[in-house]
Every structure is written in structure tokens, then in C-alpha cells.
């Protein structure tokens, strides 16, 4: 997996460019059934995707975490939300909570989350790939893209199924 998270990082930036150019294009001229063709390479890319391998979105980048999330996680720790803010979280330049630390602090040696049931939305619907109105997201997906191998797969894809 780690050979496979570098040449990623590779990957992901020779075809930065080529993406950047065609998320553009799909603003312009959005296709018709886009929300139904992305939920369709989501789902045929998560039949043989095991995030359990890889992980990296938990290793890399942490997750914003909304009011709800806070008060979720912190019942389920038995714990007030302030005292979860103050021993996991920070505000970030956005003004939004974020992970003190990087690889997340939930996440066990074995790639396992310790709070999957309750885990912050972003978490959940990470990498977005099936979310609709994808168009919308395009900067996020370019992000995702070189962290995540399922979303660099998808975004291949999708440029195929989906020539602009």
C-alpha cells in the first residue's frame, strides 16, 4: 500500500492539470446524468476498495468537525462537548474545529476508526465522490485525488465515461 499512496502523490500531480481542465469544463457543460454516473463509479470502485488498507485520508488530513459531530462524539466518550473541543480539537484559519493532530487520534494500528459509528459527517462522506451536485465540489475533488486512491480512480474514471 505505501508504494501505492507514493506513486499517488505522482500521479496526482502529472494529472493535476488535465483534471483542473476538465473539472472547468464540467461547470460549464455539466452532464445531464453526472450525479447518477458518479454514484455508479463510486459504488463499482468501493466493491474492490478496502479502506482499511490504505487509511491515508485518516493519516494525511483531518476532518472538519460540525456542532453535531462535536455533541455526538463527546456523549459517545462520556464527555462534556467542551472537554472533547479542548483535548482533540483546534480552530483552524477557517474558523471551522479541526484535529489537533494529524494522523487522526482515533484511528488504531490497524487502521480501524474507534469512533466509526459516530464519526464526524465529513468522515462519512469522505471522498464525496458520490455526493451530489459532484460539479460543486471539483476544488475538494482535486485535493482527494492525490490522499485517496478510490477518488484518483473514480475522477479516471469518470473522464472516460464522461468525455468533456
Not at 48 to 56: F, G, V
Request: charged residues 35%.
Amino acid at each position: 500500500m505505501k508504494e501505492i499512496l507514493n506513486n499517488l502523490n505522482k500521479l496526482a500531480k502529472d494529472k493535476h492539470i488535465e483534471n483542473k481542465k476538465y473539472f472547468d469544463k464540467l461547470k460549464k457543460k455539466q452532464p445531464k446524468n453526472l450525479d447518477y454516473v458518479m454514484q455508479e463509479l463510486h459504488d463499482a470502485e468501493f466493491k474492490k476498495t478496502d479502506c482499511l488498507k490504505c487509511a491515508n485520508c485518516c493519516k494525511t488530513t483531518g476532518p472538519l468537525f460540525t456542532t453535531a459531530d462535536i455533541e455526538r462524539i463527546s456523549k459517545h466518550l462520556r464527555q462534556k462537548p467542551q472537554q472533547f473541543i479542548e483535548q482533540y480539537l483546534r480552530i483552524d484559519e477557517d474558523k471551522d474545529y479541526v484535529l489537533q493532530n494529524v494522523p487522526c487520534t482515533f484511528l488504531d494500528n490497524e487502521n480501524y476508526c474507534m469512533i466509526y459509528d459516530v464519526r464526524p459527517k465529513a468522515c462519512r462522506e469522505f471522498p464525496h465522490t458520490d455526493r451530489k451536485k459532484f460539479q460543486q465540489i471539483s476544488d475538494l475533488t482535486l485535493k482527494n485525488v492525490a490522499m485517496c486512491p478510490a477518488a484518483f480512480n473514480i475522477v479516471e474514471a469518470m473522464k472516460k465515461r464522461l468525455p468533456l
